[in-house]
């Protein structure tokens, strides 16, 4: 069964760091695309930043340009997503998703996380 399992949100003061995780299951994430995106209270959901499958090409949203950055450890077929600098205007629900393609954007994925909790606040 194919699966993608999203850790490392939490609670953290503003100016602080986490670093999501997002595990896939049951499938090898080699050839899939990766997205990361979020949604918060009585907001759309937008995307964050996506990895292409080789992880040679990135895309990020002006909200985490210079801030957020994406990798990839195909081997540990793990996508992380690390976040500095964080401001309260970036608590959401993360997800992660994939998607059988090659190259990376912010919009469609068809397999999707359930998500992790992220709260920026002092």
């Known amino acids: 069964q194919l699966q993608l399992v999203e850790s490392g949100g939490g609670l953290v003061q503003p100016g602080g760091s986490l670093r999501l995780s997002c595990a896939a299951s049951?499938?090898?994430?080699?050839?899939?695309?990766i997205g990361w995106f979020r949604q918060a209270p009585g907001k759309e959901r937008e995307g964050v930043s996506c990895i292409s499958s080789t992880g040679g090409s990135t895309n990020y949203a002006d909200s985490a340009k210079g801030r957020f950055t994406i990798s990839r450890d195909n081997a540990k077929n793990t996508v992380y997503l690390q976040m500095n600098s964080l401001k309260p205007e970036d608590t959401a629900v993360y997800y992660c998703a994939a998607d059988l393609k090659r190259m990376c954007d912010l919009g469609e994925y068809a397999y999707w996380g359930q998500g992790t909790q992220v709260t920026v606040s002092s």
């Open positions: 049951g499938f090898t994430l080699d050839y899939y695309a």
